[in-house]
């Protein structure tokens, strides 16, 4: 996951501080499912759990899973199957490994706008 873009809403807490409602309840599912899993189901799970009654459309789950794919977050097992070829989406990083690059990430950009390398990680 080296070089993942982040915008933090610091007014937020947990993974609302990072990502839309929907997705973190995608990433949610992965974490609880590593299983492989296509964009369907995917759309599926969010919006019974989206609160409200809102819904979210499958063409930003699909943005989405391919962003999180592009990060280093998830990959894909490439499936054929009616209509063509199928993604089928799984996770690479735990919850603890995302907020470590969450933080590496924010890190990295503070002593670059502070033109310095003081600021350390805890470790």
Do not use: C
Not at 1 to 29: S, T
Not at 30 to 58: A, C, F, H, Q
Not at 72 to 89: A, C, L, P, Q
């Amino acid at each position: 996951m080296e070089g993942i873009e982040v915008k933090l809403d610091l007014k937020k807490r947990g993974l609302a501080m990072i990502f839309r409602d929907y997705e973190e309840l995608m990433i949610r599912r992965m974490w609880e499912d590593p299983t492989p899993i296509g964009s369907g189901v995917l759309w599926k799970t969010v919006n019974e759990e989206l609160p409200d009654g809102r819904s979210i459309s499958r063409a930003s789950i699909i943005f989405a899973a391919n962003r999180f794919v592009e990060n280093g977050m998830w990959s894909f097992e490439d499936h054929t199957g009616k209509g063509g070829h199928h993604r089928r989406y799984y996770p690479l990083v735990t919850e603890e490994e995302l907020w470590m690059a969450v933080a590496k990430a924010a890190q990295d950009k503070l002593n670059l706008s502070a033109d310095t390398s003081v600021l350390q990680l805890v470790e």
